[in-house]
């Protein structure tokens, strides 16, 4: 199961599709929804055959998982030195990801064949989301930085695609546009981590890059230590630059004003795109060059798991504020992403220690279930109710009883309850922080009470709080078997014994429950529920008046702490400023006046000798001459 | 007898059969544009197959005149270039009533560019490229009717002249200096710290980075761009751009290499300054001939960093990236052209609601625009990261991020266009297309997709290099 070709067509089964409905669209547009799904279930199923083959029979050599490529040839050559692989690498995290994004991709493929029946570019929106997840699962599979960093942007693009599907709405222009541009940056931050880091190991391929960067006094790692730019090791500025590129991606404080509005694109792409594939990709890149961070910038990891933990937070303030119901859950991921980051930042490398790697990961699991279902059923709920708002709402646990329970287990497992999924991989994360930083525990304790009250907030306000009048129907069997599909895993997948499976080192990690530690997360928990309950369980007046007691404090968190508006500032009035008006003065006084200059002169002049006399050549001469004498005495008296 | 001449000439020579051919057809009974363009094409594509196979390495005349595969594959990416550019321009140039007129200057440009990349010696160095600056000067010269165009070529004329002394002084200064102005003897001859020798260096760098439009050397661009017909303007910003940064890499990598210090830190700090005022220029443009005229002056930045790096690696990405450049440019510039064949506009804001009737030219300026911007899997991306690979060499870090954050502000501009292309307010007509200038988009979106991500094209170019 685990040859070339069997692993490779699990990436190359979407670009079939890709190319197949995008050649073809029109021809096949009654058929590209099935002709889609089943692609990405055949996909789906030689995954699960891979990872059964990894995980219980084969990936494992005296205990310990092994790192298996089955492929991997040579694609551009830059020089002797330096060349670049394609190829397909399988160790735990890699065989993990394979099966939540074809399993996510492909309930959203199902989800979506009712979710957009009758839409007029129906086959394009399967071919890009074939587009999509081809370059998530090559960006999963790659064995080199560089591929990783090749299909990254191949999945920014796609994403930026899937975004701006309804093309005619202006909104979805703009949030696409907001995406790319933010990521864009962030990217550009990969790119250059990723020139540093080669020029140091010596390569782009992962394994050799970790084995040179890890080894104490190679002569790389020497190398990478001791060069240092503004006062700070190139190693750093290296891994430090690459984190930038995933923190983009990830939606992580501050780089994640791309992500709420992210929400304009179709539902079925948020679950799939903006809850459990895409921007997990950062902790994932993280996760990848772990091994790095943890040995040899120590320091690094630590600011990293802050900028987890005060995402976290953040992210969790501002979704008890919002009213659309697809934002206050892009708040909640950020959120969640949050917890994964902080958790691999408060990690160690190898055994015990390295508890929040595994729980990062196991989180990373459980909650691509658990976002796809509430994103799955947030979209049935707005194709019912024909809103995003949650006025709009309320009362319609009756007429869609089975959203209604897959949605709630959903909460429930989000809100850390036990016995369901999210329950476990929280408590592992928590007590990984509590281990290693507890300022760190404290914030995420905390979220975890803000967690539970604001997506049960959302649940109450959905499904209670006032009877429904409106028409509101059960969605299709083809939109709610998704939705059950996800529950089951949802419920149950904390039972799997995660660290068995993956962790640091590729030894199995034995984790257990501390069931006195458990009490302060599920109480708090349930704490946030009850006051969830109290607050919206009923139309009340109570919101209300808490709303206009927090006053300013409310209107500050309501307005996402302003940073849309902050950057909005830093944009327009510094850089604009700094940079454009001085251009802008360049342009109007030198090369507009040069051309308007010849214009005016030729319209007032009627003899074309004139023109070229107007003094304008001479000028271009006196420039020339002025840059020969500065290179000049620049090369003989200066350098 | 010795034919072995033929073979090193084989390119040349076809060249100038073609201009005979069309000169001949010109003085006879003339035939109609739309088959003398499609004689032309075919006759481009034989000299496209003849300067890409059977290249051989040698010298011819007295070491003026060097062959070798390298420069063969150069030539074919210039040659390739003019037919690409023909085939997109197609609708401009048929209208033309002196058609084989524009066609010969353009060739006898392509000549001399051909002859330059060959040469082995200042002395051809020079001849060359004063054969592929002044027919271009007669092409800027060709919207008969307009005064700009005329302005554009007089002060194209004016200005080339004046660099031309500026490089005949530096070669003088050369020859008078170390007795030699040969390409083999000239890195025994040259010493690093001599003034003169160094005087020289930078009175030729100037002439070639006039000819790259580099800053400060940049402002006769401007008028001249504008004011020319706009496959003119492709021709320069292409063609020409490629041509001179080809000649300019083959003559500091050969003959001023005991100066790498001096000219590693000239090309550095006149890259960098390049990249930034093209871009802020580039940014103002509202017209689309004009931000990519100035976009090409930042592309050229990227060119001499990656020319910096000194060494087999930063040469073939140079060639790598002109390629890239090339099918990238062309398309961009094949695009506007339709338009403006059809709408008479060339306003950025004119292309507003283009998706709306016109999905496959929008597509095509699309992915044009984000390859010229570097943004993968187009292979702008992978041309950009070799040059930028290849000037890192150096560990200097500040020129690699300085660089790459403009590729940050040059995107700000190539969306500029998409953005308005893709808006809904309102809904442009349809465009129609004539077969020939599909074919030639057709083609350039093959290079823009295929050439980044088929490793075995930079391989091959590494491999010419060996």
């Known amino acids: 199961m685990l040859s070339a070709t069997n692993i490779a067509l699990i990436p190359l089964l979407p670009l079939l599709g890709f190319v197949l409905l995008s050649l073809f669209g029109k021809q096949l547009k009654p058929f590209a929804g099935v002709l889609a799904t089943v692609l990405i279930l055949v996909s789906a199923v030689l995954t699960g055959g891979a990872a059964w083959t990894y995980f219980f029979a084969n990936g494992r050599v005296n205990d310990v998982y092994q790192t298996i490529i089955p492929l991997n040839i040579e694609w551009l050559r830059f020089n002797d030195q330096l060349s670049i692989q394609m190829g397909l690498l399988l160790d735990p995290i890699s065989v993990m990801m394979l099966v939540v994004v074809t399993l996510i991709s492909l309930m959203v493929h199902i989800y979506s064949n009712s979710y957009m029946h009758g839409e007029k570019r129906f086959a394009t929106y399967f071919a890009y989301l074939q587009l999509f997840t081809f370059s998530m699962l090559g960006l999963v599979l790659a064995t080199n930085i560089f591929q990783t960093y090749f299909f990254w942007e191949l999945v920014g693009v796609s994403s930026f695609l899937l975004i701006g599907y309804y093309y005619d709405k202006p909104s979805a222009v703009a949030a696409s546009k907001k995406a790319f541009i933010v990521t864009r940056f962030a990217d550009l931050g990969f790119l250059i981590g990723i020139l540093v880091l080669s020029f140091y190991g010596g390569s782009l391929d992962f394994q050799t890059l970790i084995q040179q960067l890890t080894t104490p006094h190679t002569p790389a790692l020497d190398a990478a230590n001791k060069a240092s730019f503004l006062g700070v090791s190139a190693l750093t500025w290296g891994l430090s630059l690459v984190f930038i590129g995933g923190a983009g991606k990830s939606a992580l404080f501050p780089l994640h004003i791309w992500l709420p509005d992210a929400m304009e694109g179709p539902t079925p792409v948020s679950a799939l795109i903006h809850a459990a594939t895409m921007v997990v990709a950062g902790v994932y890149l993280v996760a990848r060059l772990f091994p790095i961070y943890a040995i040899s910038a120590p320091e690094l990891l630590a600011a990293i798991g802050w900028v987890g933990a005060i995402s976290a937070v953040i992210a969790a303030l501002i979704a008890c504020t919002q009213t659309d119901i697809k934002r206050v859950l892009a708040y909640s991921t950020m959120s969640q992403i949050g917890y994964m980051m902080f958790a691999l930042g408060v990690s160690g490398y190898g055994g015990e220690a390295g508890l929040g790697f595994t729980a990062s990961m196991f989180h990373l699991f459980t909650h691509a279930l658990f976002k796809a279902l509430l994103f799955l059923g947030a979209g049935a709920v707005i194709h019912a109710v024909h809103s995003n708002e949650m006025h709009d709402m309320g009362g319609l646990r009756k007429q869609m009883p089975i959203t209604h329970i897959s949605f709630l287990i959903a909460c429930l497992a989000i809100a850390g309850v036990p016995p369901l999924s999210g329950f476990f991989s929280k408590e592992e994360i928590l007590l990984a922080a509590y281990q290693n930083n507890t300022p760190i525990y404290w914030i995420a304790l905390i979220t975890s009470g803000l967690t539970a009250f604001y997506m049960f907030r959302l649940y109450f306000r959905i499904f209670w709080n006032k009877p429904h009048t409106g028409h509101a129907h059960e969605a299709s069997a083809i939109m709610w078997l998704p939705l059950v599909l996800l529950a089951v895993g949802a419920a149950f997948a904390g039972l799997i014994p995660f660290g068995e499976l993956v962790s640091s080192d590729g030894k199995a990690l034995h984790s257990e429950l501390h069931l006195s530690f458990s009490i302060a997360p599920v109480a708090l928990g349930v704490f946030g529920i009850l006051i969830a309950a109290w607050l919206y369980g009923k139309q009340n007046a109570k919101p209300a008046s808490i709303q206009s007691s927090l006053g300013g404090l409310f209107q500050a968190v309501y307005h996402k702490l302003y940073i849309d508006e902050l950057y909005l500032f830093l944009t327009k009035s510094v850089v604009f400023a700094l940079i454009a008006k001085p251009a802008a003065w360049i342009d109007q006084h030198i090369i507009n006046a040069a051309v308007n200059g010849s214009a005016s002169i030729t319209q007032k002049i009627s003899s074309n000798i004139k023109t070229w006399q107007s003094g304008k050549v001479q000028e271009y001469g006196l420039y020339f001459l002025g840059g020969v004498i500065g290179l000049a005495v620049l090369v003989l008296y200066i350098w | ?466």
Not at chain 2, 183 to 205: C, R, T, W, Y
Request: hydrophobic share 55%.
């Open chain 2, 1 to 466: 007898m010795n034919y072995d001449w033929i073979i090193g000439l084989k390119s040349e020579l076809f060249t100038t059969l073609i201009i005979v051919v069309l000169l001949l057809i010109k003085l006879g009974k003339g035939m109609r544009n739309g088959s003398l363009l499609q004689i032309t094409q075919l006759l481009l594509l034989v000299n496209l197959a003849l300067a890409f196979g059977w290249n051989g390495n040698g010298y011819l005349f007295g070491n003026m005149f060097q062959a070798s595969q390298l420069f063969g594959f150069e030539k074919a990416i210039l040659i390739a270039g003019v037919y690409l550019l023909i085939l997109v321009n197609h609708q401009w140039l048929e209208k033309q009533e002196h058609l084989p007129e524009f066609l010969v200057l353009m060739l006898s440009a392509l000549l001399g560019m051909q002859t330059m990349i060959s040469s082995g010696n200042f002395l051809m160095l020079y001849l060359s490229l004063e054969l592929a600056t002044i027919p271009v000067a007669a092409m800027a010269n060709f919207d008969l009717d307009k005064k700009r165009s005329s302005e554009a070529a007089m002060k194209m004329i004016l200005s080339s002249a004046l660099s031309s002394g500026i490089l005949l002084m530096g070669i003088s200064l050369l020859y008078g200096a170390t007795g030699t102005i040969s390409f083999e003897a000239l890195p025994q001859a040259l010493k690093a710290d001599n003034g003169l020798h160094l005087l020289s260096l930078v009175m030729i760098f100037a002439a070639f980075a006039f000819k790259l439009s580099a800053v400060p050397f940049h402002l006769w661009t401007a008028d001249v761009y504008e004011g020319s017909p706009m496959p003119v303007t492709a021709f320069l910003s292409v063609v020409s751009k490629g041509a001179v940064a080809f000649v300019l890499t083959s003559t500091f990598y050969r003959a001023f290499q005991p100066m790498f210090e001096t000219w590693y830190q000239l090309l550095a700090i006149i890259g960098l300054i390049t990249i930034i005022i093209g871009n802020l220029f580039a940014i103002r443009q509202d017209n689309i001939k004009r931000m990519l005229a100035f976009s090409s002056i930042a592309q050229v930045g990227f060119v001499l960093i990656g020319i910096s790096a000194n060494s087999p690696a930063g040469l073939a990405s140079v060639i790598y990236f002109v390629l890239i450049y090339v099918f990238s440019n062309i398309a961009a510039f094949g695009v506007a052209a339709v338009i403006a064949a059809q709408t008479g506009s060339e306003q950025i804001s004119d292309y507003k609601g283009l998706y709306a009737n016109n999905k496959l030219l929008t597509w095509i300026m699309a992915l044009a625009l984000f390859s010229l911007a570097g943004i993968p899997p187009t292979a702008g991306f992978f041309g950009k990261f070799f040059l930028l690979t290849a000037g890192a060499v150096r560990a200097d870090f500040w020129l690699v991020i300085i660089a790459a954050l403009n590729m940050m502000v040059s995107l700000y501009y190539y969306l500029r266009v998409v953005r308005n292309m893709f808006n809904t307010e309102t809904a442009q007509p349809t465009i129609a297309i004539p077969v020939t200038v599909k074919l030639g988009l057709y083609l350039c979106v093959a290079g823009i997709l295929i050439t980044g991500i088929a490793g075995w094209i930079y391989d091959y170019i590494a491999m010419l290099n060996r």
